[in-house]
């Protein structure tokens, strides 16, 4: 199904904003829901933000909601991360669930079957 490629991730403060990218096959895009999640040193990795396979349905932690925007075109994948706060310091990972199309969006670690290789993102306060 191919590879998924992040980048974008930096080193800012906070108020800022990043957009962070992640590069995949055109079949992955329009066929599976992708999401992007996040693992802070010491923590668990968590669910950020997903995105179904046509587009039309979002989902996003609440910790971020209203903050951050998913949306993707044929080529890529992307989360916009805007009012940035120390908190959201993490290694930032996208995501594909291949279980099949037409599936609801997942916001769970092991529904998802590809994973990119991480970007770091850092807020200084």
């Known amino acids: 199904q191919g590879q998924l490629v992040e980048s974008g991730g930096g080193l800012v403060q906070a108020g800022d904003s990043l957009r962070l990218s992640c590069a995949a096959s055109e079949r992955t895009l329009s066929l599976y829901n992708m999401g992007w999640f996040r693992q802070a040193p010491g923590k668990a990795r968590e669910f950020v933000a997903a995105?179904?396979?046509?587009?039309?349905n979002t989902e996003y932690a609440e910790s971020v909601k209203g903050r951050f925007t998913i949306s993707k075109d044929k080529a890529k994948v992307y989360l916009q991360m805007d009012s940035l706060k120390p908190e959201d310091t993490a290694v930032y990972y996208c995501?594909?669930?291949?279980?099949?199309?037409?599936?609801?969006?997942?916001?769970?670690?092991?529904?998802?079957?590809?994973w990119g290789q991480g970007t770091q993102v850092t807020v200084s306060s």
């Open positions: 995105i179904n396979w046509n587009g039309h």
């Open positions: 995501a594909a669930d291949w279980s099949g199309t037409y599936n609801p969006i997942s916001r769970y670690v092991g529904e998802y079957d590809a």
